[in-house]
Nanobody, 125 residues
Framework: VQLQASGGGLVQAGGSLRLSCAASGRTFSTYTMGWFRQAAGNEREFVAAINWSTGNTYYANSVKGRFTVSRGNAKSAVFLQMNSLKPEDTAVYYC???????????????????WGQGTLVTVSS
């Protein structure tokens, strides 16, 4: 499975960005797509996830109500719409895929098997 994240950039606080993650390869073997972020000096953290089949979504409390994760058709793309951006949202954003079908969607970095290269989001104050 190959993942390619894009859409990052520089935006002022209160603005919006839409990230995309293009998925290719054996995507049929994946069940959940996640978005994570890593700010300078910090550990990578969960942002949002979506189940390919059910469309159920999950969010970190810090982004709930501001970010929306969605999926395209045929397990080929996932998106992260980010509104009302804050300077603390500044980070490299990664998309990732979990190949296990879990009863409860995981938010743990270690549970995701495939990762994209990351796209930088910078929010200025």
């Amino acid at each position: 499975v190959q993942l390619q994240a894009s859409g990052g950039g520089l935006v002022q606080a209160g603005g919006s960005l839409r990230l995309s993650c293009a998925a290719s390869g054996r995507t049929f073997s994946t069940y959940t797509m996640g978005w994570f972020r890593q700010a300078a000096g910090n550990e990578r953290e969960f942002v949002a996830a979506i189940n390919w089949s059910t469309g159920n979504t999950y969010y970190a409390n810090s982004v709930k109500g501001r970010f929306t994760v969605s999926r395209g058709n045929a397990k080929s793309a996932v998106f992260l719409q980010m509104n009302s951006l804050k300077p603390e949202d500044t980070a490299v954003y990664y998309c990732a895929a979990d190949h296990l079908s879990r009863i409860v969607t995981t938010m743990a970095v270690a549970d995701y098997d495939y990762w994209g290269q990351g796209t930088l989001v910078t929010v200025s104050s």
